[in-house]
């Protein structure tokens, strides 16, 4: 069953030469939005200029039908983010294979994407969209969240990191692009040490397999005077 219940927030909405407040709500989507959120969503991919690394139609078709949860948040009428997770074992069988975690796939659930109007972007709307979406897929007994990250997306990695995610792996996946392994367990109290840290350049794919390879997770995204590094950590029991 879909929760429709709709929440209401006011946000921060831009235009040329004006920021200006507006009420929004935020309302949990079914079938019968499949059009709407489609159509939003492949808006916004051809507006960053790289469809390839959003959802296809028919994977949003799967969730809003029942293999997963979406959300959105609407000024008045029309849709300015969507957030969606899949529980489609197509999309829940390369997770569990990436955790290993075998045997675990009823309780993952993979955070497929979140697609912002621009219009909208400042409000932290990544953030808000994912521990709103936490409580729901929690509550559908699934507490292995699951998501991949491109290098290259330093916006989404700080934000997905930010939501208490950390770097499990680093490979090449959908194709032959180089995606970050994150993950977080909700029923698994988990600590990372930080005053050991250690700082790997977020785009030296070699020392990043080292790190990994040596127990470390990566749980910062941080800007230096050399670039952009990972702080990665040892996890504590």
């Not at 700082?199 to 990566?218: K, M, P, S």
Request: hydrophobic fraction near 40%.
């Amino acid at each position: 069953m879909h929760h429709t219940r709709s929440e209401r927030i006011v946000l921060r909405r831009r235009r040329a030469g004006l920021v200006e407040t507006v009420p929004c709500t935020v309302r949990y989507l079914g079938p019968e939005d499949h059009a709407e959120a489609a159509n939003f969503h492949g808006r916004i991919a051809e507006e960053i200029g790289d469809e390839a690394l959003f959802s296809a139609d028919n994977a949003i078709s799967e969730t809003l039908g029942g293999h997963g949860r979406a959300l959105a948040f609407f000024d008045g009428d029309h849709m300015v983010c969507f957030r969606s997770v899949s529980y489609a074992p197509s999309e829940v069988e390369p997770a569990v294979h990436d955790l290993e975690i075998t045997g675990m796939d009823d309780h993952v659930a993979v955070m497929d994407f979140c697609v912002i109007d621009s219009a909208f972007r400042g409000n932290n709307l990544q953030q808000i969209s994912y521990y709103l979406m936490e409580s729901i897929v929690y509550a559908d007994n699934k507490n292995i969240l699951y998501t991949t990250v491109s290098p290259k997306n330093i916006y989404s990695l700080a934000n997905v990191l930010d939501c208490g995610f950390c770097i499990e792996d680093l490979k090449r996946k959908y194709g032959g692009t180089l995606r970050f392994i994150l993950a977080k367990r909700l029923d698994v109290p988990m600590a990372v040490a930080t005053r050991s840290h250690r700082e790997v350049r977020l785009h030296d794919v070699r020392a990043t397999h080292d790190i990994l390879a040596e127990g470390y997770l990566g749980y910062k995204l941080r800007h230096r005077s050399r670039g952009m590094v990972i702080l990665y950590g040892k996890p504590i029991a």
